[in-house]
């Protein structure tokens, strides 16, 4: 992803007239909450980030296709389409099919597809998400998408090999962008890979261990959240049928205390905001909690210490609201 936004700036994109960086202002349409990665990427690049509020059937579709066909500043769009974006929603056909066919203003508009948790399931029902770029082909936009894949979470963080796959004139043009960056990929990573997972029968009885070492925290997760936090009003959140993340919204303005207090009581949370463009979440409410790291145990003991957090941070609220 950030080897295509660079080429992307700095060559020319099959059907583009000119090099991003030489257009006067370049913009990403980000569905929040989303990616911190992703927001980091635009951030670095000085590409502007536009948020567009996500549905249970992805972005709200009505607003990207507005953005897109207004504005040929606006040149892509971060999509992660299944689980753990962080709510956990599986774009709809639907969804796939507008992003597909929508007019866009900019010739040269890319969908940053980052299917990052394609196989990872946390259910006996594994969501079915649809294919973009044979949809993107049948529209006549046949260049329109990059999809991304990533066995980073998958076999090893920070070691795992990265997919990219995308209309043959997109992948010619990266493969001699690629060229000039390296002359080799790590071909060891890649044979340990393909020993290891074999094949999708492979990933998949691979992905299942996976399930039994996360679906225990999730549940604790679930169980904790309900048991320390229902009924009281102060939150809600999300039960993902996969991927690695759970959404906790908590009450306006609450969500940094939250973070803050945790870390003083030596619990580790992704910083507040970093779901929102700018690490700015204008209501200060989400939180994203990633439980598949740390052991059970500890996973229980962080849980219970947040909740206690959320209960301070939000009774604390309402009772400065009620003097
Ligand atoms: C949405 C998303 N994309 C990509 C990645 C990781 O990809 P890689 O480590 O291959 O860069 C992650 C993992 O944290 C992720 O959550």
Redesign the pocket.
């Known amino acids: ?2 080897d295509c936004l660079v080429h992307a700036l700095l060559g020319v994109l099959p059907g583009a007239e000119s090099r991003w960086v030489d257009q006067e202002r370049v913009a990403f349409l980000c569905p929040v909450p989303g ?1 911190d ?2 927001f980091a990427l635009c951030e670095r690049f000085g590409i502007d980030m536009i948020p567009v509020p996500m549905t249970a059937d992805g972005p709200d579709m009505d607003e990207v296709e507005r953005l897109a066909a207004e504005n040929p500043a606006v040149k892509g769009i971060w999509c ?1 389409p299944k689980y ?3 709510d956990g929603v599986v774009y709809s056909d639907e969804t796939v099919a507008r992003l597909a066919r929508m007019e866009t203003a900019a010739p040269d508009f890319r969908i940053f597809w ?1 299917n ?2 394609a196989v990872h399931h946390l259910t006996d029902e594994p969501a079915e998400l649809a294919d973009l770029l044979g949809a993107c082909a049948e529209a006549g936009n046949p260049d329109r998408a990059f999809v ?1 894949g ?4 998958i076999t090893a ?2 070691a ?3 997919f990219f796959g995308s209309s043959p004139a997109n992948v010619k043009w990266l493969l001699a962008n690629n060229q000039k960056r390296s002359i080799g990929p790590d071909k060891i990573n890649q044979l340990r890979h393909a020993l290891f997972l074999r094949d999708a029968d492979g990933v998949r009885a691979h992905m299942e261990r996976q399930r039994a070492l996360l679906q225990p925290k999730f549940e604790a997760v679930a169980r904790i959240l309900d048991a320390e936090l229902g009924g009281t009003g102060l939150a809600t959140w999300t039960s993902p049928k996969g ?3 759970v959404t906790l919204q908590v009450p306006d303005g609450c969500a940094k205390d939250v973070v803050r207090r945790a870390a003083e009581a030596g619990i580790v949370l992704t910083p507040a905001g970093a779901t929102h463009p700018y690490g700015d979440d204008p209501r200060d409410a989400v939180i994203r909690i990633a439980p598949s790291f740390p052991g059970l145990a500890e996973v229980e003991q962080a849980m219970h210490g947040l909740t206690v957090c959320v209960r301070l941070a939000g009774y604390e609220q309402r009772a400065g609201r009620a003097a």
């Open positions: 992803m950030h990616y990665r992703h992660v753990s974006n962080p980052d990052a948790y991304f990533s066995t980073s979470k963080a920070g795992g090999v990265a991927g690695y993340f």
